[in-house]
């Protein structure tokens, strides 16, 4: 998770130690939000000198890209979790479980909706955003492939992608403006999504043979 030369895994210590900066980094976005977190702070937070926060994150935007790392691998995670046995007979109900399960992140890690749906313009930050973005498309993707038979796809564009960002961009006004995502956002962030796919995507997908009901 620390930018570091080694692709090696940390000793159980050092990884002790990232978690322990990590978790202070967390609760210090949940409190005092984006602008307020520093190396300073974070030390004084984890109760640990600020040369050892130095040692594992040579930057804020360090710290950023871990936790970052950390909210993509929950996303990844939340969308491995199968859906409820009978709840998908259409594309409409798996892009609504799909949502369901981004959003139940976002309500559920402060550190989630303050990295991805604020306005933070930190650039090395946004890029590794969006390299993350990349490989949750590609899960969903591999997710609508394994229940419906797709029909051919614009090669040069990335329609789960854009659906997502449409839908996030919603998400995020409703941060900027009610400092949550409300159930009425929610709504139409699922609405853009489910939209956006639906000018690609025929109303009716013939199911994979091995996931037919």
């Known amino acids: 998770m620390a930018t570091r030369s080694s692709t090696r895994r940390p000793r159980a210590s050092s990884q002790a130690r990232i978690d322990t900066i990590l978790e202070a980094a967390r609760e210090l976005l ?10 300073y702070a974070i030390a004084a937070k984890a109760d640990i000198p600020p040369s050892s926060v130095y040692h594992f994150f040579p930057s804020i935007s360090a710290v ?39 959003l139940s992140v976002y309500q559920h890690d402060e550190a989630a909706r303050q990295l991805i ?10 890029l590794r955003d969006r390299q993350h973005d990349v490989e949750l498309s590609h899960a969903v993707a ?15 564009i990335d329609i789960f992608d854009l659906a997502m960002q449409l839908a996030d961009r919603i998400y995020t006004l409703s941060i900027q403006r009610h400092g949550e995502i409300t ?31």
Do not use: C
């Open 30 to 39: 949940s409190s005092e939000g984006l602008a307020n977190l520093s190396i």
């Open 64 to 102: 950023l890209e871990a936790l970052i790392s950390s909210v993509h691998q929950a996303f990844l995670t939340a969308l491995a979790s199968p859906p409820a046995t009978g709840l998908i007979h259409s594309w409409h109900d798996l892009a609504a479980h799909i949502e369901q399960q981004v």
């Open 117 to 126: 749906l604020s306005s933070h313009g930190m650039s090395e930050v946004m």
């Open 142 to 156: 591999a997710l609508f492939n394994h229940y419906f038979k797709l029909p051919p796809l614009p090669a040069e």
């Open 183 to 213: 159930p009425t956002m929610a709504a139409e962030g699922l609405r853009a999504y489910q939209a956006y796919l639906g000018l690609y995507l025929p109303p009716l997908l013939q199911r994979q043979s091995s996931n037919a009901q």
